[in-house]
């Protein structure tokens, strides 16, 4: 059974840094476009950035940009995003998610229960 998991979230304070970690078991994530997806209460879901299966490709929302890096160990099955200075606009539950023919809130195939980050300011 396919399954990612989520990790490294937590509670850090304005200009503070993150590694969030994606792990993914029951299937290969070798063939996956992987991205990582951010919710904030009373927000719609966002795309943050996404990797290609080969990490060729990689884009970035706007607000991330020169601040988050997305990056993947295919031979471990994981997906990472290293977030540094971090905002309070960056409190948000995040998920990673994979699809073999997109990156986007609508078609991803298997997503993860997500991890929280808090950042105060």
């Known amino acids: 059974q396919a399954h990612l998991v989520e990790s490294g979230g937590g509670s850090v304070q304005a200009g503070g840094s993150l590694r969030l970690s994606c792990a993914a078991s029951?299937?290969?994530?070798?063939?996956?476009?992987v991205g990582w997806f951010r919710q904030a209460p009373g927000k719609e879901r966002e795309v943050v950035s996404c990797i290609s299966s080969k990490g060729s490709h990689i884009q970035y929302t706007d607000s991330v940009k020169g601040r988050f890096a997305i990056s993947r160990a295919n031979a471990e099955n994981m997906v990472y995003l290293h977030m540094n200075s971090l905002k309070a606009d960056d409190t948000a539950t995040y998920f990673c998610a994979a699809n073999v023919h997109a990156c986007s809130v609508w078609s991803m195939d298997y997503w993860g229960n997500g991890t929280q980050v808090t950042v105060s300011s």
């Open positions: 029951g299937f290969s994530l070798d063939d996956y476009n």
